[in-house]
């Protein structure tokens, strides 16, 4: 049992993403702030409409066009990603590693913690 124990931390641990790193929002923040960066709302644009970060594109998670618009952005510079909640950053997130990003950001429970953080 101790053995079964112990592969199963290994294989949860090798099996994590080098290239997908989920941050706090206090940390997301401080990243994005006062640089250039590629930061991606991926909630659908009625949602992004209703507010979303400064300086962010949207790029819709339900789109037919989600790939094309992600190729054209840089694969080489890390991107930052939120969502609502967290699960559409997560997804996209996933995709973007097989398209060939080579650093992700993702907001970690979304926009929603992103604002808790505020009213604290």
Do not use: W
């Not at 053995?3 to 929002?25: D, G, Y």
């Amino acid at each position: 049992m101790k053995h079964i124990i112990i592969l199963s931390v290994l294989l949860t641990l090798s099996c994590q993403s080098k290239v997908i790193e989920v941050l706090t929002p206090q940390d997301f923040e401080a990243q994005i702030t006062n640089k250039e960066v590629q930061l991606i709302d991926v909630r659908t644009p009625d949602e992004f409409n209703s507010g979303h970060i400064k300086n962010a594109k949207n790029i819709d998670f339900f789109s037919t066009q989600f790939s094309d618009q992600f190729n054209k952005l840089n694969k080489d510079q890390p991107i930052y990603l939120y969502c609502r909640s967290g699960s559409r950053s997560r997804q996209a997130s996933n995709k973007l590693e097989a398209m060939g990003f080579i650093k992700i950001y993702d907001l970690k429970g979304g926009i929603l913690n992103y604002n808790l953080k505020k009213d604290n």
